[in-house]
């Protein structure tokens, strides 16, 4: 029997917006939130769609996030900007940033806007495909509580980390969204659901040793006792780990040092306050030449990665973001599915709120 | 015996000078060309420093560099430029776009430059730093000839595709400077020196299946009959080398897309021209506020992070640039070391150009 069930994306919608109104936030910013992390579920990227509702309850409830909270500019030049988020959702400071970022870009060639003392923005490909949606090349950043390990350390000191960037490109647009981690949290979730033991090279115990314990891993990460996950490549230097720690100091300086907020290893020590930081930034590739031909360069190199040879007992290469826009053409008329203990936390949400709960 | 001698600093230099311009270099673009090469050995990079002028002396003999090539500029914003460096060495298009993206970011917060129909240009933090040195953000890609096989691929189609950061920072330097494959073909090459198998998850070979054997790899890409190095995070998905495979396509979309050059699955194919791509920016983080503020945000981020618990077996945790500088710091007033081998091929290529050969 299948865990999950088959919600429509139009109920998803109504209920999600009806949420958020429930705690405070205006029709509008409801709307925002909602619009974010229903793409997440519509592009298949379940971790960070409606399942999330829970952990957004708890971090309103507990004033991490503050829902009457304004936006500042404390900082300002024609292509820059330094946003003060004062605990707002991640999501509306997210928007707003980038939404800055494309209006300078649009008059100076490029925007660059960096966000602090914000929260959890969901997925940051929604950030890039707002400038890319504009024919401009989009760009963010998030920090995250640390759960990275840097290389020969033993202590998690940065986070997630995610980069991102989207150039428009015909049939799909290009759309890169990824970790600077070897996995996110999440995956480490799933091997402990399973009870499976998480391959080597991913994750190091609070004594400095290599782990596979997927359930001790989360807990030292949680209660900050040392202990976390691998950089991209891994434990060490032989498959290039300390590149994956250096990308994600670089998310770090972009996010955090730049805007003066704080770095992942602060990020979330407080119980109401995360702290966490963004970076967005919108290029319009006009500045470099002709758009029609540089889009097209890049559709055709696309295609030619897309159309090489294919490893054994592989049938297809993908390019970044194809497989989103593919599954999101799927599901955009119909239906999203939802893990059935989502579906129960949301009914638990909705009644705590008054909610009229009423997805299926 | 070691097979290391100890060559002066200063011989060094005025031998490459000297070289470079029995080549038909003027003196000025002589010093450039070596000032990058020693840069490379004073760092402890042996593989971009004097031992490449063996390979340099076949791209110049060969005609894939121009020693008389004039660069155009071909396209200009205030904030952006395209270089057409016309086969120029690739340390020149380098320098002379890097000092244009630092003017103007002094002028307009932010420089951008690419640069098209090049050539290697050596360790690419040569120009980060050159920014960085003018207190600013230096960031600098490079594509090259096609060595890394996407996901799910069997067939070389991006290349090392470096990417590099430097920020300013005390008491070192932030300076991130790696290849977005899992290693760089040199490394292939020191495993089949040694008679040694690859690391599993490191290479596929021209028909398709994962492979440990480093000489057939490096055939099977100077030969373009298919095979290559895996991206960062390796071959398929499990350890994220999808994520290394979008960081390679990024590194050609800013160097060769957007400037309308080659990109690596098209670079190296013809006897007399590579058309490598370059790109360079250079940022002004006085746009987001203070800067001696910034600045020390990021010394004290890198202090934490080398401050942090070290894994079992290590006393140290390193941020990226502080081994590099600490390695000139020994050498710049004495010696670099240099491979008996090398100085064999130097001690030829000075006989073919009638240059005195004279390091010891």
Not at 67 to 80: C, D, G, R, Y
Not at 138 to 163: D, H, K, L, R, Y
Not at 242 to 256: M, Q, R, S
């Amino acid at each position: 029997m299948s865990q999950y069930l088959q919600i429509p994306v139009s109920k998803a919608r109504i209920f999600c917006e009806e949420l958020f109104k429930a705690y405070g936030f205006s029709a509008d910013e409801s709307k925002t939130i909602s619009d974010v992390l229903l793409k997440a579920d519509l592009y298949g990227i379940e971790s960070h769609g409606i399942m999330r509702l829970g952990r957004y309850h708890d971090e309103i409830t507990s004033s991490q996030v503050d829902a009457s909270a304004k936006t500042q500019i404390v900082h300002e030049t024609l292509i820059s900007a330094v946003i003060e988020a004062n605990k707002s959702m991640g999501q509306l400071s997210g928007t707003e940033a980038m939404k800055l970022a494309v209006k300078k870009a649009k008059a100076a060639g490029c925007g660059m806007v960096t966000v602090r003392n914000s929260n959890h923005y969901g997925i940051a490909r929604y950030y890039t495909e707002l400038a890319a949606q504009e024919d401009l090349i989009g760009i963010s950043m998030t920090n995250t509580e640390a759960i990275c390990v840097p290389t020969f350390g033993s202590q998690a000191m940065t986070g997630t980390n995610a980069m991102a960037l989207a150039m428009p490109s015909s049939p799909f647009i290009f759309s890169y969204d990824a970790s600077t981690t070897v996995v996110p949290r999440g995956t480490l979730e799933v091997f402990r659901k399973n009870n499976k033991p998480l391959p080597e090279q991913w994750a190091i115990d609070e004594n400095g040793k290599a782990s596979t314990d997927a359930a001790a891993i989360i807990e030292s990460i949680i209660a900050k006792t040392g202990g976390g996950i691998a950089p991209l490549g891994g434990l060490g230097v032989l498959n290039g780990g300390h590149k994956g720690y250096g990308l994600g100091v670089i998310v770090d300086l972009f996010t955090a040092v730049i805007s003066c907020g704080l770095t992942s290893n602060h990020v979330n020590r407080k119980k109401d306050h995360t702290g966490i930081c963004h970076y967005f930034m919108a290029l319009d590739y006009g500045i470099f030449g002709d758009k029609k031909t540089i889009k097209d360069n890049m559709s055709k190199f696309l295609q030619e990665l897309r159309d090489s040879k294919k490893a054994e007992g592989q049938s297809r290469i993908y390019t970044h973001g194809e497989k989103e826009a593919q599954t999101m053409e799927q599901r955009i008329n119909g239906d999203i599915p939802v893990n059935k203990k989502t579906y129960e936390e949301l009914k638990d949400i909705a009644a705590k709120l008054g909610v009229n709960f009423n997805l299926l």
